[in-house]
């Protein structure tokens, strides 16, 4: 049997957290977040700067993937969110599609660059301080291509515009998540 999985991506400050959130709970499915695992790590430190932040960063990525490959050795479904990265992240889910069967869809979020950035300053201050937000701000216009987060997978691809969370047909978005994972639960 073929494990489906769920994967939102986007650049920062486009959404996911709230639309992965919202979808695992609908599909009660473990949501293996990258934010998550990352201010899970920094509860751990007294005080972090910038640098810090960023090697937590990488541990996290490498959280997320080692429990990603447990989940897919039970062969259970999951949700994955995280800014995604084309590369290297595509190879990542190449080696893992060699050893295990799943089919992903992708849910890709994004905004007009001035909402991304408005955004990501509003929620400076709101996020755990490990993030170091305010010490990456004036490199964010760097990181905010949309096309950056598309990973090249198989499965299906919905682009979610997320500039007006109310305008979101979030209906026909569950629709399309809840039918790819019936077909992979056949």
């Known amino acids: 049997m073929t494990a489906p999985i769920v994967i ?10 709230s639309l992965a959130s919202r979808l ?7 949501a293996i ?10 509860d751990t430190f007294v005080t972090v700067d ?5 090697r937590v960063g990488r541990a996290a990525w490498a959280v997320l993937w080692h429990t990603l490959e447990v989940e897919l050795t039970a062969g259970r479904s999951v949700l994955l969110e ?5 590369d290297p992240d595509d190879g990542r889910l190449g080696r893992l599609a060699e050893r295990f069967a799943f089919d992903a869809i992708q849910v890709h979020c994004f905004a007009p660059v001035e909402v991304l950035v408005a955004r990501y300053e509003a929620r400076i201050g709101e996020r755990h ?24 997978l198989a499965g299906p691809l919905i682009r979610v515009d997320t500039r007006d969370f109310e305008g979101i047909d979030y209906d026909a978005l569950r629709e399309s998540v809840a039918q ?5 639960r056949r």
Do not use: C, Q, W
């Not at 910038?50 to 960023?54: I, L, M, R």
């Open 82 to 86: 995280g800014n995604f990265r084309a």
């Open 8 to 17: 939102v991506s986007g650049p920062p400050a486009s959404g996911k957290s």
């Open 24 to 30: 695992a709970t609908d599909f009660s499915l473990p």
């Open 50 to 54: 910038a640098e810090d932040s960023k």
């Open 180 to 184: 790819h994972l019936e077909k992979g």
């Open 33 to 42: 977040t990258k934010d998550g695992i990352k201010e899970t790590l920094l």
């Open 129 to 152: 301080p490990g993030h170091a937000d305010a010490e990456r701000l004036p490199g964010l216009r760097d990181v905010l291509d949309p096309d950056l987060y598309v990973l090249a």
